[in-house]
Structure formats: structure tokens, C-alpha cells
């Protein structure tokens, strides 16, 4: 079994940036598709918002409208981790952002349900 281990997070202020990076351990991680997903302020565990992911085969990426073009996703099989460059963020990117990882690793599922794994999470806080 895959364990999952954030770090990286803390407080910015808006238009900064933040590289989240989680440490996986336990099986490699381009054997599973990894992602990262957010809860913020108020919403519920099944309300868990898909950021971005990348496919255990074929290494696709997909993002969520509203971090494209600002995050990207990474893997580095080597050192098995998956990172998460954050730019130009915003008050609205404020939540606690986890890394998960999902079986089906020839596709990407964006839903919260689809994620069987996850680490604790870490705490991203955007001042305006």
C-alpha cells in the first residue's frame, strides 16, 4: 500500500508563490495516477476540489480551470514524488491541499470518491 506525505504549504501573499511536494513511499508512484485536490475554508471532505493530476501511463496531465496555466503538476519517479508549483495565487486558492493517488492509473477521475489514497494535507493560505 501507497502512504502519502505533503509538504510545503504555509502562508503567501496573493500573486506569490508555493511548491507544494509529496513524498510517497510504498509502491512507485507512476504506478498509480497521482494528483493533488483541495478542501477549503467550510466545505466538507466529499466536497474535495480536483486541482490537477497526472496519469501512471502516459504521464497525461490534466488541470482544473481554475489553477490552468498558473500550477503544474510533476512526478519524479527517482526520488518517488509528485510536486506542485503554484504561481500568481490567489485568496481563492486558500485551502488545505492534498496529495491522493488513484488505481486506475491509465486515467485520470477527477471526483473526490476516485481517490482511494491520501496524505494529511498541508495548509496553503493566500493573503490578499
Known amino acids: 500500500q501507497m502512504q502519502l506525505l505533503e509538504s510545503g504549504g504555509g502562508l503567501v501573499q496573493a500573486g506569490g508563490s508555493l511548491q507544494l511536494s509529496c513524498a510517497a513511499s510504498g509502491r512507485p508512484v507512476n504506478s498509480y495516477t497521482m494528483g493533488w485536490l483541495r478542501q477549503a475554508p467550510g466545505k466538507e471532505r466529499e466536497e474535495r476540489e480536483f486541482?490537477?493530476?497526472?496519469?501512471?501511463?502516459?504521464?497525461?496531465?490534466y488541470y482544473s480551470d481554475a489553477v490552468k496555466g498558473r500550477f503544474t503538476i510533476s512526478t519524479d519517479n527517482d526520488k518517488n514524488m509528485v510536486y506542485l508549483p503554484m504561481n500568481n495565487l490567489k485568496p481563492a486558492d486558500t485551502a488545505v491541499y492534498y496529495c491522493?493517488?488513484?488505481?486506475?492509473?491509465?486515467?485520470?477521475?477527477?471526483?473526490?470518491?476516485?481517490?482511494?489514497?491520501w496524505g494529511q494535507g498541508t495548509q496553503v493560505t493566500v493573503s490578499s
Open positions: 486541482v490537477a493530476g497526472v496519469s501512471g501511463i502516459g504521464s497525461r496531465k
Open positions: 491522493a493517488a488513484q488505481t486506475a492509473s491509465w486515467r485520470i477521475s477527477r471526483p473526490q470518491s476516485a481517490w482511494s489514497i
